[in-house]
């Protein structure tokens, strides 16, 4: 097991004989329809302390109807949600926020036209007293915002900042470093890089290394296997609401997993197409090659 484990994870013989901790949070055999769509069909999933679960899927797989059932949006239709190893019905995400369990969901994840320090706290803001009178103590809340900021190795330098003005990778680093102050032991990243380049990327995925450190279980979901594989302890594969594999890191490397995740047959026919397209443009083609290789399973 990579990073830290909560001090408080309790401990339960796993079927080896060795100590295990218990999921901090976990699905069982969760489906979910809506009238005629099947978006979720037996699907498990689990995510411990110290640990980083990766859901992975094309548009359409059921990735976030899976996190909405794991933070409280809605119940599943059948199967289970279990906290600590306890079976759990959440009335709403007001709930499982109460629970530690945090989601940052992609665009809603911050507001742009609002300082840095206010979507820091937003509406959670420590105050102060002055006879009967409560005040807003703005100090402190920049404080504590640039303290917790810099945790993630961001230097804010004017807390007044608009978050519009940030960076894609500086924004999910409020939302991320946010869940984490307020107490979330579960972390849950709704595609925190499809709009990001490679370099926030980059960031962003060191942000969700650094919560696992900090002992937090994440769930990062994602359709680059590419991001899920160096930072990912664990990856569940959902193609039309189901799970088509189930892996921890020892047991599939980042070719089969890329493999898996397209399907090789798709990504070479789509090669095939990007080469017929713009054969004289190296860009296409360098495209074209890239994704050749991903279908041969050669990284
Ligand atoms: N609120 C909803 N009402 C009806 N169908 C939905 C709803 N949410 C999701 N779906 C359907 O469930 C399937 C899975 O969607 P979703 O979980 O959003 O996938 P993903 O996040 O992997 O792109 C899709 O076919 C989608 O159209
Ligand atoms: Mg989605």
Redesign the pocket.
Known sequence: MTGNPAPNASVQEAPGGSPRAVPLLEARHVSKY?GS?I?LRDVSLEVRAGEVTCVL?D???????LIKTLSGVFPPDEGEILVDGNPIHFSGPREARAHGIATVFQDLATVPMMSVWRNFFLGQEPTRSFGPIRFLDQGRAKDVMKVEMAKMGINVSDPNQYVGTLSGGERQAVAISRAVYFGARVLILDEPTSALGVRQSGIVLKYVLQARDMGRGVILITHNPHHAYPVGDRFVL?KL?RVMGSYTKDQINVAELTQMMAGGEELAQLSHELQRLGPDQPAIREAAQELAQDAAGEI
């Open positions: 809506f769509v978006a899927g548009n359409g797989a059921g990735k976030s109807s959902l609401g």
